[in-house]
């Protein structure tokens, strides 16, 4: 049973435009939400995170909105760029219960110039 | 400026064959994890560790053994590599309760089980 789930496994837009990338989750102890970016043969590299006492957390183009009560996250990218081209996978961990995240199987944006 | 390293990056093994992956950080993390990367599959943790001495099973443990001898190094042992086991395997550390929880990977291991 998928506790984080990304439904779209691919999207793709245009330089210049916005990104929308979604995340669902079904576990109500999870407390903590992270995205992490992976480009081709690198390991994953974490990009923006949010607590579950935010609904919204900015960093420079990347922002990530909560809904606690729809169990719904987004990452929002502004403007998009090439270099953004990558899997975006979401995460979520109970810190309470323990430490290990938990991935969702990752969307991958592609944008074209 | 090391970060999470992985040993071997690249290995192929025939089934029944055993091996290790070796992961060492240098960041002083007291968890460490290890992860596999499937196609359409995402990351699917397979061990974890909460301290030197200590590993935990994840979500996918089967097939698999760990060890955390030392707090700087996590070893992920395969007794007898089976076809299913072919994948990329991401060795992965975060501070205790530091940062939220932002785990810092390695470059990963690809592992072909033939």
């Known amino acids: 049973d998928q506790q984080v789930k990304q439904n779209s496994p691919s999207l793709s837009v245009q330089e210049g435009r916005i990104s929308i990338l979604n995340c669902d989750y079904t576990?109500?102890?999870?407390?903590?939400f992270l995205w992490y970016k992976k480009y081709p043969a690198e390991g994953p590299t974490f990009l923006i995170s949010?607590?579950?006492?935010?609904d919204k957390n900015e960093d420079g183009r990347f922002t990530v909105f909560l809904n606690k009560s729809a169990k719904h996250l987004s990452l929002h990218i502004v403007p998009s760029q090439p270099g953004d081209s990558a899997v975006y996978f979401c995460?979520?961990?109970?810190?309470?219960?323990?430490?290990?995240?938990?991935f969702g199987k990752g969307t991958t944006l592609s944008v074209s110039s | 400026n090391a970060g999470v390293t992985q040993t071997p990056k690249f290995r192929v093994l025939k089934t029944g064959q055993s091996m290790t992956l070796l992961c060492a950080q240098d960041m002083n993390h007291e968890y460490m994890y290890w992860y596999r990367q499937d196609p359409g599959m995402g990351l699917r943790l397979i061990h974890y560790?909460?301290?030197?001495?200590?590993?935990a099973k994840g979500e996918v443990p089967d097939g698999y053994n760990v060890s955390r001898l030392k707090k700087q190094n996590f070893l992920l042992g395969l007794e007898s590599a089976a076809p299913s086991q072919t994948s990329v395997y991401f060795c992965a550390s975060s501070s205790y309760r530091g940062s939220g929880n932002t785990i810092y990977f390695g470059e990963g291991s690809w592992l072909t089980v033939v």
């Open positions: 576990n109500s102890m999870f407390d903590y």
């Open positions: 949010i607590s579950s006492i935010k």
């Open positions: 560790s909460v301290g030197e001495g200590t590993t």
């Open positions: 995460a979520a961990s109970a810190v309470q219960a323990g430490t290990a995240l938990i």
